[in-house]
């Protein structure tokens, strides 16, 4: 499935972020509570009574996160965690990657000016500076003067995961 680039809030972001976190903890706590006094009181306690009950919960808080993770209040989240996945997985190909761009390659151009782009605005999202070293930021420039070279545009819009397949893992 495709990704796409989206502009979010970052205020928005950071603030839903810390809401829905803390919301999961409190959730946690109280179904894996709920579940140990429950697994103590059934049977006549026990250690792995309580450890049971808070795996329960993670079960339970687990399945009530499946459920409200596609609503709309959980858009700019949910936005996030794709783009920390798909950066995931082009971050293992990345040797591969820029092998490929040395050679010409346009797709690997692509892929590693999403990954670039991509790690820029997580970074902006999460409200931190890029903590580049000299060999990033040399990357970015080169992936952007190869860009330039072909006529290709500076920014990609997103990726196909399917364009990896071309490239050897690792």
Do not use: C
Not at 62 to 75: H, I, K, Q
Not at 114 to 141: I, K, P, S
């Amino acid at each position: 499935m495709p990704f796409h680039f989206e502009e979010h809030d970052p205020e928005a972001y950071r603030r839903k972020g810390r809401l829905i976190s803390l919301a999961m903890a409190a959730q946690l706590i109280v179904f894996g509570l709920v579940f140990a006094q429950l697994l103590q009181v059934a049977f006549d306690g026990g250690f792995w009574f309580n450890v049971l009950g808070v795996a329960l919960g993670l079960v339970a808080t687990s399945l009530v996160f499946a459920v409200v993770r596609e609503r709309p209040w959980m858009t700019e989240v949910r936005y996030v965690w794709q783009l920390k996945h798909h950066l995931s997985r082009v971050s293992g190909y990345l040797p591969a990657l820029r092998r490929g761009a040395e050679e010409g390659n346009e797709a690997a151009l692509d892929l590693l000016a999403f990954y670039h782009q991509g790690m820029l605005q997580l970074a902006e999202l999460n409200g931190r500076t890029l903590d580049d070293d000299a060999e990033a930021v040399a990357e970015r420039l080169k992936v952007r003067q190869a860009r330039e070279e072909r006529g290709l545009p500076q920014h990609v819009e997103g990726i196909d995961p399917h364009d990896l397949a071309a490239f050897k893992r690792g």
